[in-house]
């Protein structure tokens, strides 16, 4: 059945000597893989593979077959062209980690078309941002992911509620058995981040490194917690660096 879809790419790797086998989250069928052959050819007169790395927008149509681990692309073209993501050493490790935690989350062949018009408005506007007003991205992309799968955190903050609960999810009264590396000023701080429902606000929320990375890791170990596939983050750890 052949399909016209757009797809974000989340991971490519080499099969054989010329050809790609690409996980590729689809606006109509969600997460899929796709043999995509010949595109490392040297004989090709362009590099085809650059269109397969993670992050890039594509245009496609694509052959679907349900039941088929590996689908096929009849044709593809780029949905819109980065200007400064590939270049920019920030943008770029954002948009690493924020793919992971697509990898992590996305279940196999579910369409997700709210979240992937998200994900969509999400790589273009970091591409378009200047550097200094992106540092708060990957927090409120894993905050909205969460929400998509309806795993955030219950409660707010208040006077009652001052403590990030990391076993029960959520804001609480009482000081959690566990002890988190969170402070009152994170928890207000994700309280307000919680409340945001479009990129675009984000600019009203001023975060020092240390909450922005303290909030990360806690997101993270609540995932981790309350999620089947979260596992550890590979690209948590480039993207303490660079943040900082």
């Known amino acids: 059945m052949l399909q016209k879809t757009k797809g974000l790419v989340l991971r490519s790797v080499k099969y054989g000597e010329t050809s790609l086998i690409s996980t590729i989250f689809t606006e109509s ?15 090709s007169r362009q590099n085809r593979a650059g ?32 200007t400064s993501m590939h270049e920019e050493v ?3 490790s954002i948009a690493l980690f924020s793919i992971e935690i697509l990898l992590r989350l996305l279940p196999e062949h579910a369409p997700l078309p709210e979240l992937f018009a998200f994900a969509y408005n999400y790589f273009t506007t970091l591409d378009q941002l200047p550097v200094k007003s992106v540092a708060n991205f ?14 955030e955190p219950h409660g707010n903050y208040s006077a009652t509620t001052p403590y990030l609960n990391l076993e029960e999810g959520g804001f609480t009264e009482h000081v959690p058995a566990v002890a988190v590396a969170v402070t009152d000023d994170d928890t207000r701080s ?20 240390d ?6 890791h806690w997101y993270v170990a609540y995932l981790q917690k309350h999620t089947q596939h979260m596992g550890n983050i590979r690209s948590l750890s480039i993207l303490r660096t660079i943040l900082h």
């Open 29 to 43: 069928s969600g997460i899929q893989s796709f043999m995509v052959q010949g595109v490392r050819s040297s004989k």
């Open 51 to 82: 269109s397969f790395q993670p992050g890039t927008l594509l245009e496609m149509v694509i052959y679907l077959q349900p039941g088929k681990n590996l689908q096929r692309i009849k044709e593809y073209q780029a949905a819109c062209f980065y």
């Open 90 to 92: 920030i943008k770029n």
């Open 138 to 151: 990957p927090l409120f992309f894993i905050i909205h992911c969460s929400k998509e799968f309806g795993v």
């Open 190 to 209: 994700l309280d307000q981040l919680l409340r945001i429902t479009d990129l675009g606000e984000l600019q009203v929320i001023t975060l020092n490194a």
């Open 211 to 216: 909450i922005r990375l303290r909030l990360i």
